[in-house]
C-alpha cells in the first residue's frame, strides 16, 4: 500500500507538472504566426451552433469590427440577442431572411427563391471586406436541401477576402464545406430537456 | 432506369413531406409544458463551449433579465465580449475571479484559494433569484483538479431557485454533474486551425 500523499507534496508536484506543461505550450504557440480571416462550420445535432456563432458576433463587435448575420431559415422570429446587436446598430446586423422552418412552408419553390434572396445578400456582405465577419445561419440546411448550388458557395467562399472571417451554422454540413473549412466544430446531443416534458425557454432557446 | 423526376414532382413531393413533418413536430411540442430553470452543460474538447454561453447571456439581455457570468479560470484577459456586457450595465456583469490557466500559474494552493473565492461570489449569485442566468464559465475545470468539492458544488445546483439557468462550462464535466443537468452538449473538434500554424484570432478566439 502505498503512502497517501500530503497536501504539501501534493501541491509540489502539480506545480511542477503545471511548469513542464506550461514549457510545452509556449514552444507550441511560437509555431503559430499566421494571422488571417478563417473559415468555421458549427455543425452537429446538439445544441449552440447558432448560439455559439452569436457568441463570436459579439467579440467582433467588442473588438470594433462589423459584424452581419444573415439568417437562411429561421423567420422573423424576435430572438432575445436581435436586441443586444440592436444596441451597436453601426457594427451588428441581423437580417432574418428564411421563412420559418422549412415543415412549416411546405413550399420547396418558395424556400428555393428566399434562399436565394438571402444567398445574394450575403455575398455582398462577405465580398464587402468592410465586414469583418458574416455569419451564414443555417446555411448548412439550406445546402442540404439543394436549394442553392454547393460550387457557386463554395466559389464565393473561395474568393472572400483575407481578413474576413466566415461562420456557417447547421447540422449537416456538407462534406466539401468541411474540407475547405480552417475551423470545424460538432455539436453533439447528450442530453436534452425535451425528453422530460420540458418546453423551449425564453433565453435559452431563443 | 427510373424517370427523372421534374421539378414540379419533386416540388410536390417535398411539400407533402414537410407538411407530414410539421404535423409530427405539433403532436410533439404539444407535450412539451413545463418550463423551468435549467442546468446546462457545455462539454466536450471542441471550441464554442464559452462562446455559445456568451450567445445565451446575449439572449437573457435581450429579454430584459440579468446575467452574471463568473470566469473560473481565465484571469483578467480583455475578450471582445467584455465590451458588449459592459453596454448593459444593469443586466450584465462579467466577473474574471481566476489567475489565468493553470499551467501559467504553477501554484495549487493559490488555485484552490482562487477558486474558493470565484465559487463563494457564484453562490451568492446563484442563490439571488433576482439574476436568471448565472454562468459558471471552465468550472469544469475547477473540479477536475478537486479545487472545490463536487459534493458541494451539486449541493448548491440542486438548491437554486427553480426559474434560474445554470451554465457550466469546460471540457471533461464530471459525470455526477452531466447526470444532474437537463441539457448537456458536447462539442468535439473536427478540425482545427493550430495544426496549420494559424494563431489564436481577435473576434474568433477572444
Not at 510545452?24 to 511560437?30: H, P, T
Request: aromatic residues 6%.
Amino acid at each position: 500500500m502505498t503512502q497517501p500523499l500530503d497536501d504539501a507534496d501534493r501541491n509540489e508536484r502539480h506545480n511542477a507538472r503545471m511548469k513542464k506543461l506550461q514549457a510545452a505550450r509556449a514552444r507550441l504557440m511560437e509555431t503559430k504566426t499566421i494571422e488571417r480571416g478563417l473559415i468555421i462550420v458549427h455543425t452537429g445535432p446538439g445544441k449552440g451552433k447558432s448560439t455559439a456563432a452569436m457568441g463570436m458576433a459579439c467579440r467582433i463587435i467588442g473588438h470594433g469590427w462589423k459584424v452581419s448575420i444573415i439568417q437562411f431559415i429561421k423567420g422573423a422570429m424576435t430572438t432575445g440577442e436581435t436586441a443586444v446587436f440592436n444596441a451597436f446598430p453601426d457594427q451588428a446586423e441581423i437580417r432574418a431572411m428564411g421563412e420559418g422552418f422549412t415543415w412549416d412552408t411546405q413550399d420547396r419553390a418558395r424556400d428555393i427563391a428566399k434562399a436565394r434572396e438571402a444567398w445574394e445578400a450575403a455575398k455582398a456582405r462577405i465580398m464587402d471586406p468592410e465586414w469583418k465577419m458574416v455569419v451564414l445561419d443555417e446555411l448548412n440546411i439550406v445546402l442540404r436541401y439543394d436549394y442553392l448550388p454547393l460550387d457557386e458557395v463554395l466559389d464565393v467562399l473561395a474568393a472572400k477576402p483575407a481578413d474576413t472571417h466566415i461562420v456557417v451554422t447547421g447540422r449537416n454540413a456538407k462534406p466539401e464545406l468541411i474540407e475547405m473549412a480552417d475551423l470545424v466544430t460538432e455539436m453533439t446531443q447528450v442530453k436534452h430537456p425535451f425528453k422530460d416534458g420540458v418546453k423551449a425557454q425564453a433565453g435559452v432557446e431563443f
